[in-house]
C-alpha cells in the first residue's frame, strides 16, 4: 500500500520543540518534493515548509522562519520538521504531501495551484502548544 505516515505530534508547552516524522511506504521518497501542511481548528490549511527531492533547496512560511527545520533521509525513506520555540499559534494537525513536480509544489506554496492535486498526503498527527 502506497501510503505516507507522519508522527511526533503531541503535547508541547510554549518555548518547546517537537520533531514530527512523514514515513513513505510501499514507494521511494527520493524522486518527491515533500510539503510540511497545518490546519488550526476553524482555519483553512496552510502551508509550512517545502523541501526538493534531493534535499538541496528548502522554503518555510514566514511564520516559522528560524524556529523550524525541514530535513530529509532518503536512506530511511523519511522527511523531518524540526519545530523549537512553539508558540499557541502552532497548534494542529500537521499533513505532509509528496509530489513529483517541485513545481507543482512551488505553485501549492504560492496558492496558484490546489494542494488536493498533490500524489500523496498523509493522514496527519496533532501538534498542541498550550501551558
Known amino acids: 500500500q502506497l501510503q505516507l505516515v507522519e508522527s511526533g505530534g503531541g503535547l508541547v508547552q510554549p518555548g518547546g520543540s517537537l520533531k514530527l516524522s512523514c514515513a513513505a511506504s510501499g514507494f521511494t521518497l527520493d524522486y518527491y518534493a515533500i510539503g510540511w501542511f497545518r490546519q488550526a481548528p476553524g482555519k483553512e490549511r496552510e502551508g509550512v515548509s517545502w523541501?526538493?527531492?534531493?534535499?538541496?533547496?528548502?522554503n518555510y512560511v514566514d511564520s516559522v522562519k528560524g524556529r523550524f527545520t525541514i530535513s530529509r533521509d532518503n536512506a530511511k525513506n523519511t522527511v523531518y520538521l524540526q519545530m523549537n520555540s512553539l508558540k499557541p499559534e502552532d497548534t494542529g494537525v500537521y499533513y505532509c504531501?509528496?509530489?513529483?513536480?517541485?513545481?507543482?509544489?512551488?505553485?501549492?506554496?504560492?496558492?496558484?495551484?490546489?494542494?488536493?492535486?498533490?500524489?500523496?498526503w498523509g493522514k496527519g498527527t496533532l501538534v498542541t502548544v498550550s501551558s
Open positions: 504531501a509528496a509530489d513529483t513536480s517541485l513545481t507543482i509544489m512551488r505553485g501549492v506554496f504560492a496558492g496558484s495551484v490546489s494542494a488536493d492535486g498533490m500524489d500523496y
Open positions: 523541501i526538493s527531492g534531493n534535499g538541496f533547496i528548502t
